[in-house]
């Protein structure tokens, strides 16, 4: 019987390389479930392509819901917890994802994580209810499906530290005085990466990189003195793990998000796919690595600082660089103006308390709320 997948965000960039991986594997996989937040046209052609189950449309009205189409929030809980979803692959765009990802943990499911901003906002609640619920999540994240991969089975105790890598996006080598201008249609042309809007201004700022820091904290349970990032620009080494005899192994592959979100539905094991990118290492060569440029890209170590001090920290750097990303996007703030919004909301709320999930909940409306309102420029 092929397995159930769920998946949340099919509209998007990593959602719309899901559908056609899972398209692939008919005899693995199959689509129980779609949900989108507004793209009724691109969803209505999913659906019909595809009859799930269960569709749903979070920001979607009456008209929709004669379709049979689910609406409101509650789809996405709803599309985790089916009886005939297996695995949830979550692909929706910031800490929206958070219930969808806690509800299939909770029911014992796998999630194929690529909704990062979930573990940077309640890392200790998510991870907590897999080890409840028996559920697991596997990366889709590349550099995290890569770590996966390097670790193969290894005990955490044989890792002496992982090394991230970053394509340092398109403006790498540039200077603090060149980037206070730069527009929204520079900050999206990124390098190596297609990806959504969001993912794509935080590849810029090397938010991206902070939150994929803290997210390998919590998926592998890494101290952040054992976390670094280096830039590599052909974003061909997808990461690195040093083990404890200071032996190191990487993980390689063309710039395509086809095989970790292929891994992240088969892990642990591999399945033949003829139509994932090959890796030609000729072609791609010289691959090259350089240290991150901390002064020009303050965005790594504001990530390093909610890190190290947790709590509610990751949560309000995370909400803080949502709605900064939101207004750069929409010609509200300039590019540096981002990780001056994230500083600025983590002196303010970065010691709020995060004991429970409506804790960090308030932490992650208020540093919405205090980049809103102009983050006391
Ligand atoms: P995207 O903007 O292309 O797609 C986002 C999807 O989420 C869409 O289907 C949209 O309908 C849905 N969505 C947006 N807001 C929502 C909300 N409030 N409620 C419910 N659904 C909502 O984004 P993407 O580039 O595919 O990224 C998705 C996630 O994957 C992000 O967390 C990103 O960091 C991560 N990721 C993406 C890539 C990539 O190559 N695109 C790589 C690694 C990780
Ligand atoms: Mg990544």
Redesign the pocket.
């Known amino acids: 019987m092929p397995r159930g997948v769920a998946v949340?965000?099919?509209?998007?960039?990593?959602?719309t390389t899901a559908l056609r991986v899972i398209a692939r594997h008919p005899d693995r996989f199959r689509v129980s479930a779609l949900?989108?937040?507004?793209?009724a046209p691109l969803l209505g052609e999913q659906v019909r392509e595809l009859s799930p189950g269960f569709v749903g449309i979070?920001n979607g009205n009456g008209k929709q819901s004669s379709q049979g189409w689910i609406t409101g929030?509650g789809c996405?809980v709803d599309a985790a917890e089916l009886p005939g979803t297996d695995i949830v692959l979550n692909?929706?765009?910031?800490a929206?994802g958070l219930d969808a990802t806690m509800a299939a943990l909770r029911a014992g499911k796998r999630v194929a994580l690529?909704?990062?901003?979930t573990l940077v906002l309640a890392g200790d609640i998510v991870m907590a209810a897999a080890r409840q619920g028996g559920g697991e999540i596997v990366p889709?994240?590349?550099e995290h499906s890569a770590i996966l991969q390097c670790i193969a089975g290894r005990s955490r105790a044989d890792i002496r530290r992982v090394i991230l890598t970053a394509s340092g996006g398109p403006f790498r080598g540039w200077s603090t005085q060149q980037l206070a201008d730069v527009t929204v249609d520079d900050a999206l042309r990124h390098p190596t990466?297609q990806?959504?809007?969001?993912?794509t201004v935080d590849s810029a700022t090397l938010a991206n990189k902070a939150l994929e820091v803290i997210e390998a904290h919590f998926l592998f349970d890494l101290p952040y003195e054992r976390i670094e990032v280096i830039v590599h620009p052909q974003s061909v080494v997808h990461s690195m793990v040093e083990f404890v005899d200071g032996s190191v192994i990487a993980q390689l592959g063309a710039p395509s998000?086809e095989l970790p979100v292929l891994y992240a539905l088969t892990h642990p094991d591999r399945i033949e796919d003829d139509a994932v990118a090959r890796f030609d290492p000729i072609a791609r060569s010289p691959l090259t690595f350089e240290p991150v440029a901390q002064d020009e890209f303050p965005a790594l170590r504001l990530g390093y600082r909610a890190a190290v001090a947790g709590g509610a920290a990751p949560a309000v750097f995370n909400a803080a660089n949502e709605v900064a990303v939101a207004h750069f996007l929409e010609g509200k703030l300039r590019f540096p103006q981002i990780p001056q919004a994230i500083e600025s909301a983590l002196d303010e709320l970065g010691g709020m308390s995060s004991n429970t999930r409506d804790d960090l909940l308030l932490a992650d409306s208020r540093a919405r709320a205090h980049v809103e309102a102009g983050f006391g420029r």
Do not use: F, Q
């Open positions: 949340l965000g099919s509209t998007g960039s990593i959602g949900t989108a937040y507004n793209n979070v929030v996405l692909a929706i765009v910031g929206a690529a909704n990062k901003e889709i994240d590349s990466w990806m959504g809007r969001k993912i998000m």
